[in-house]
C-alpha cells in the first residue's frame, strides 16, 4: 500500500522539492493536531517515511488511541530534508483518514456510554484499505464486524429475494458451509420471525423505526444477537441502543469519514 501510494504522488519525480532541496541537506520537523480527537496511523506513517528515508528519525510524542487537543505535538522527527518534503502528503493522507477513523468511532461510542450496545463497522471502506479502516474502528473503541465475504454469512435484500426466502437462503447456507455464523437482514416482525425460526446467529434489524426495532428485540429475546442498522448517526443512536440492541452498525464511520487535521512543519535545516 505504501509503495504504491508513493509511485502515485511522486511519478517520476518531486520537481519542486528536488528543485528547491539539496540531496545532502536534513531537516527536523514535527506535526501538530489543528483539531482535537483520537490519533491512529503513526506507525504506517513512520513506514511512508523510512522508505524515502532509511536512516530516517521518527519520536512520536504520543500512540495511537490516544486523545489530542487542538496545538498538541504528535511527533518530531529528522532526516533527509527531501525525503521528508517528499513523503509528507502521503504519510499525512494515512494518518488524517485514520485519526478520523478513529476520532468519529470515539464520539459514537461516547453517545452509549452506561449502555450495553456496541458500535460495529461495515465492509463500506475505500478499496484495499479495508485494514487499516477497520484497525481506525477498533482504536476508537468500536468493534470490527465481518472483514470481508469470507468470514461470516449475511444474508441481505437480494440473496433472500435470489433464494426465494430467508429460510431457503438460510438452509443454503448451511448445507454448502455448516460452521459459518449466519446474519439475516430483516425489514419487518415477519422476518424477524422467520430468521429465529431459522435459527441464525445475528439478526439485522434494518431501517426499522424505534417502536418497531424495540418490538423485534423483545421478540428475539435474547435467541440471537441482534444488529441495527441503516444510516445510524449522531444523537439518535442512543435512542436505538435503548431498544436493547446488542449492536450498531455505521457505515459512516469509514464511508464518508471527515480526515482528521494535521499539519506538518519543517522546525530546522541543516547539513
Not at 468500536?142 to 426466502?165: E, P, V, W
Not at 419487518?188 to 426495532?213: T, W
Request: net charge negative; aromatic share 6%; with cysteine.
Amino acid at each position: 500500500m505504501i509503495d504504491q501510494s508513493l509511485m502515485e504522488d511522486i511519478g517520476t519525480g518531486d520537481v519542486t522539492t528536488n528543485s528547491i532541496v539539496d540531496p545532502n541537506e536534513k531537516a527536523s520537523a514535527h506535526w501538530v493536531a489543528k483539531q482535537e480527537g483520537i490519533i491512529c496511523g503513526l506507525g504506517i506513517a513512520k513506514k511512508v517515511f523510512q522508505k524515502m528515508d532509511e536512516e530516517f528519525d521518527w519520536e512520536a510524542q504520543i500512540s495511537d488511541g490516544d486523545w489530542v487537543d487542538s496545538g498538541k505535538i504528535i511527533t518530531r522527527f529528522s532526516g533527509n530534508c527531501r525525503a521528508i518534503l517528499t513523503a509528507e502528503r502521503v504519510a499525512l493522507n494515512f494518518a488524517q483518514r485514520m485519526s478520523g477513523i478513529s476520532t468519529e468511532t470515539n464520539k459514537m461510542v461516547r453517545l452509549l456510554e452506561g449502555l450495553h450496545t456496541e458500535i460495529l463497522d461495515t465492509r463500506k471502506t475505500i478499496p484495499g484499505f479495508r485494514q487499516l479502516d477497520k484497525y481506525a474502528v477498533s482504536v476508537g473503541g468500536g468493534k470490527n464486524h465481518r472483514i470481508g465475504l469470507f468470514d461470516m454469512a449475511m444474508i441481505k435484500d437480494n440473496h433472500i429475494t435470489a433464494a426465494g426466502s430467508i429460510t431457503i437462503a438460510v438452509a443454503r447456507v448451511r448445507d454448502k458451509n455448516p460452521e459459518i455464523q449466519i446474519e439475516v437482514e430483516t425489514t419487518s416482525l415477519n422476518q424477524v420471525y422467520e430468521a429465529l425460526d431459522a435459527e441464525v446467529e445475528l439478526i439485522m434489524l434494518d431501517n426499522m423505526d424505534i417502536e418497531m426495532m424495540a418490538k423485534a428485540v423483545k421478540i428475539i429475546d435474547g435467541k440471537a444477537l441482534t444488529e441495527a442498522s441503516g444510516n445510524l448517526t449522531g444523537e439518535h443512536i442512543r435512542k436505538v441502543a435503548m431498544t436493547g440492541v446488542d449492536f450498531i452498525s455505521s457505515g459512516s464511520l469509514t464511508h464518508s469519514v471527515q480526515a482528521f487535521d494535521i499539519s506538518q512543519k519543517l522546525i530546522n535545516i541543516y547539513k
